[in-house]
Structure formats: structure tokens, C-alpha cells
């Protein structure tokens, strides 16, 4: 299970942090990831981090998104900075496991004045 928060209103230029809770699976063992589904919009991986602390980023987002995990509490985070309207989505974590991939329900990140 894969329980997303964090997220909310926010204007141009604020910040955010998300937190994925993670259960039922290995979570120190398996690379975790961000989408995000903006409106009327496909999915779209935003960021990534391995087991071992290899991290990836979209384009759009290096520089401003860090994602990281405390694997003592099965937690992925996106701390989310100078954030643009054109990242008004609805954020979702994932996890791969066997070939399978799994969805959080999501938390809706909505950057506007």
C-alpha cells in the first residue's frame, strides 16, 4: 500500500514537501517513484531513487524537486521548491515490484496566484 500527502494550494514560487507512506512490501529494497497527472494530461515520471540512493529527475523539475527516503520509516518524500503552475498535477507514488507496478491514490499539488 502506498499512502500519499502533502500536497495543496500553493502560489508561484512556494514550496511543498510529499510524503508516500509505504506498506506491505520491502520498501528498503526497491527504487521508488514520482508521477504526477496533470488535467487532461497523460502521466508523466517526474523523479525516481534507488534502494541504494540513485536519484533521477524529469528535466522540467531538476534543480528545484528532491526526492529522498527514510527507509526506517518506509517513507519517500518530493520536497518540492520555486514551484510553477505548470506543475498543478495530481502526484502520485509508485513502486515496481515483479514486474508489476503499483499507484498511491495520489495527492493533488495545485500551483496558482
Known amino acids: 500500500q502506498l499512502q500519499a500527502s502533502g500536497g495543496g494550494l500553493v502560489q508561484p514560487g512556494g514550496s511543498l514537501r510529499l510524503s508516500c507512506a509505504a506498506s506491505?512490501?520491502?520498501?528498503?529494497?526497491?527504487?521508488m517513484d514520482w508521477y504526477r497527472q496533470a488535467p487532461g494530461k497523460e502521466r508523466e515520471w517526474v523523479t525516481g531513487?534507488?534502494?541504494?540512493?540513485?536519484?533521477n529527475y524529469l528535466a522540467s523539475v531538476k534543480g528545484r524537486f528532491t526526492i529522498s527516503r527514510d527507509n526506517g520509516k518506509n517513507i519517500v518524500y518530493l520536497q518540492m521548491n520555486n514551484l510553477k503552475p505548470e506543475d498543478t498535477a495530481v502526484y502520485h507514488c509508485?513502486?515496481?515490484?515483479?514486474?508489476?507496478?503499483?499507484w498511491g491514490q495520489g495527492t493533488l499539488v495545485t500551483v496558482s496566484s
Open positions: 531513487i534507488s534502494f541504494d540512493l540513485n536519484t
Open positions: 509508485s513502486v515496481r515490484i515483479a514486474g508489476s507496478r503499483y
Open positions: 506491505g512490501f520491502a520498501f528498503s529494497v526497491r527504487d
